[in-house]
């Protein structure tokens, strides 16, 4: 398949409103596409270039494909910004510029997508202290022998805002469609092999390959998520409970076979250098090949828990690790048991899971009591706030281990401020005191497709010294201005608090949020993660109904 192929299935599914519309197209081209080109085609479309597991990343910034683009077109980096700022859009600004470029393309070849893809890794390749001239190198070759529209997308496609709205499912079920399965076994093998480009493979191989996929160790799989609820609600529709404290640590996934072992973060970014007595403790309490989840907990010397962010620090230190490691103490709180001696055990209910989990960790267990009654379990979410953490989970016995899903197998139970996760793709700056800095943030949910829908803006809650951090955290990620206000590359992700969620006109989103209060920064969060629409939705019915308000 050439690259303009996959631009123009893209300009197609922009067209597209329906999502049933959108799977039937992807599956329409999926059966006559190489065995190279179906796992890439099915990534690119999803506005992916590797795996979510893969450590291969591209390292480009906007600015970087601004000047690439602008070199092939003839013009000036600044007449991409101004681009960029007019039509909100670097796929657009790109296109535009190039449909008047001013030196003709540097190869009369045609790229298959392929090809792309080949020079996308290479891209991610690229290392040293001239690691960024060599990727703008190859951004112009690639804008050189592309066409205005095929530019629109690979624009896109580097800046990871494909602007199609294809999400996951989309392409789970265009793939099950396509070669004749079940979407349900497409799902589990996503689930254990975390690339549908792969599971996309197996797809077309038959029923018989994708029911034999089992998670494997150095492979790491999205970790579950819980949603918020009450211990009432959770007692009455499913009886008794497993309660675990709710640490206010970072999540980890440890993997080990033999003597190697690594770990993983929330982002499926390998964590394994910085944290090395992490390592250490785990190994020592393990005796076999696992794949273990927990949580790494900073300690103070009272032997209390320091602040997320502490363990964040470390998370993302790539130098003097030893003399970090000197200051602050990590310990991992193991709950969960994914893999042991060469079996998976996703689909083994958490009550088997802990028993094996019991079996194989020697030390560092997160303590467990099933529960049935209220008292009960509030007994234990009272002490787990004395003893400083953020409150307790609820999770069900009986329940898989569902990697990457939120529901209410796992419940979360903190104090009662409402709280969302919520990706930032905006500011406005700020005045008098906040002056040359930002001083309101947009804030946006993701809706079925993956699309960005803004739901509000915050600006209380930040401190001077927060506002700082702030400011040098965005200000290379902004790719459009207009006035006072801009657009940022999307990627950094805010935990906000909430007296109330409305419904509004002012927003795409269809609702805003009363009072919002920014609370921190979720680094350990992915774009994947903030909330959606749909979830939001659920949360103001559940508040309407508790209300009996509008």
């Not at 103070?300 to 502490?310: A, I, K, N, S």
């Not at 409402?418 to 005045?431: F, K, N, R």
Request: charged residues 25%.
């Amino acid at each position: 398949m050439e690259f303009a192929g996959f631009a123009v299935l893209c300009e197609q599914l922009e067209t597209l409103a329906g999502r049933l519309e959108m799977r039937d197209l992807i599956a329409s081209v999926l059966p006559g596409l190489g065995e190279d080109e179906l796992p890439v085609l099915v990534r690119f479309v999803q506005g992916r270039v590797f795996p979510d597991w893969s450590p291969e990343k591209l390292g480009i910034g906007p600015m970087i494909l601004y000047e690439a683009a602008a070199y092939v077109a003839g013009r000036k980096k600044a007449d991409v910004v101004r681009l960029v700022n007019e039509t909100g859009d670097a796929g657009l600004a790109v296109e535009h510029l190039l449909e008047r470029r001013q030196q003709s393309a540097f190869f009369d070849e045609v790229l298959s997508l392929a090809e792309v893809h080949a020079l996308l890794v290479r891209v991610a390749g690229a290392s040293g202290p001239q690691s960024q001239q060599a990727k703008m190198r190859l951004l112009r070759q690639g804008f050189g022998a592309m066409t205005p529209r095929e530019a629109r997308y690979f624009a896109r496609l580097v800046l990871a805002q494909l602007r199609i709205g294809i999400g996951e499912g989309t392409v789970r079920d265009a793939i099950a469609l396509a070669f004749g399965v079940d979407a349900a076994l497409v799902e589990h093998a996503q689930q254990a092999l975390n690339d549908l480009g792969e599971v996309a493979l197996l797809a077309r191989a038959g029923k018989d390959a994708l029911s034999a996929v089992r998670i494997v160790p150095f492979r790491p799989v999205r970790m579950m998520l819980a949603q918020q609820g009450t211990i009432a609600d959770q007692l009455e529709d499913y009886g008794p409970v497993a309660v675990e404290y709710k640490y206010d640590g970072s999540r980890i996934q440890f993997h080990r076979v033999g003597t190697v072992c690594r770990i993983w973060s929330r982002r499926l970014e390998e964590v394994t250098r910085a944290l090395p007595e992490v390592v250490e403790a785990l190994r020592a309490a393990t005796d076999c090949d696992v794949i273990l989840d927990g949580e790494v907990v900073a300690l103070g010397g009272d032997g209390r828990p320091l602040p997320f962010q502490t363990v964040l620090r470390r998370f993302r230190r790539k130098h003097g690790v030893a003399e970090a490691r000197e200051a602050i103490a990590l310990v991992p709180r193991v709950f969960d048991c994914l893999y042991a001696d060469g079996e998976s055990l996703l689909d083994r209910p958490l009550a088997e899971r802990r028993q094996v989990l019991e079996r194989t960790l020697a030390d560092h267990l997160a303590p467990q009591q099933v529960l049935e009654d209220e008292e009960s379990v509030r007994a234990v979410y009272d002490e787990a706030l004395r003893e400083g953490h953020e409150g307790v989970m609820l999770k069900l016995p009986g329940s898989p281990y569902t990697p990457g899903a939120r529901g209410r197998a796992w419940v979360k139970i903190k104090p009662e401020v409402e709280t969302l996760d919520l990706a930032v793709i905006g500011a406005e700056w700020g005045e008098g005191r906040r002056a040359g800095m930002f001083g309101s943030f947009l804030l946006a949910v993701q809706d079925e497709g993956g699309r960005l829908l803004p739901v509000g803006k915050v600006a209380t809650g930040i401190t001077d010294e927060v506002l700082a951090d702030l400011y040098d955290l965005f200000k290379d990620r902004v790719i459009a201005r207009s006035g006072k206000e801009v657009t940022f590359e999307p990627g950094v992700v805010f935990e906000v608090g909430y007296s109330e969620i409305q419904t509004s006109p002012n927003y795409e989103s269809g609702y805003a949020l009363r009072f919002p209060r920014f609370v921190r920064v979720r680094d350990d969060k992915s774009l994947d993660e903030v909330e959606t629409l749909d979830s939001l939705a659920e949360r103001y019915a559940r508040q309407k109904g508790q209300t009996g308000s509008a």
